[in-house]
Nanobody, 120 residues
Framework: QVQLVESGGGLVQAGGSLRLSCAAS????????MGWYRQAPGKQRELVAA???????NYADSVKGRFTISRDNAKNTVYLQMNSLKPEDTAVYYC??????????????WGQGTQVAVSS
């Protein structure tokens, strides 16, 4: 089992920045990739960014150049630095973990989510 706890959401004006954090605990040795996903009202949940155990990253086209995913292995924490935020970035953001052999397009464990709201 893997437990994930997100923090760092909030309300920000367009053009502003936020940093989300996700602390993992439990069977973290079995994790291959960590990712951030978001779900806006009336829309499907989508992958925002992912980082694998070897440090490879993948970003949604809509956030490339604005968002950065990183990980601190010593703290078992993954971060999502969000800059130049836009109103369309408003969503509930979820952290998720993918176990060895899996795909971060279908993660195994989810956090509870944190709300990000960007005002125009």
């Amino acid at each position: 089992q893997v437990q994930l706890v997100e923090s760092g959401g909030g309300l920000v004006q367009a053009g502003g920045s936020l940093r989300l954090s996700c602390a993992a605990s439990g069977s973290i040795f079995s994790i291959n990739a960590m990712g951030w996903y978001r779900q806006a009202p009336g829309k499907q949940r989508e992958l925002v960014a992912a980082i694998t155990s070897d440090g490879s990253t993948n970003y949604a086209d809509s956030v490339k150049g604005r968002f950065t995913i990183s990980r601190d292995n010593a703290k078992n924490t993954v971060y999502l630095q969000m800059n130049s935020l836009k109103p369309e970035d408003t969503a509930v953001y979820y952290c998720a973990a993918t176990l060895m052999g899996g795909s971060y397009y279908s993660p195994d464990y989810w956090g509870q989510g944190t709300q990000v709201a960007v005002s125009s």
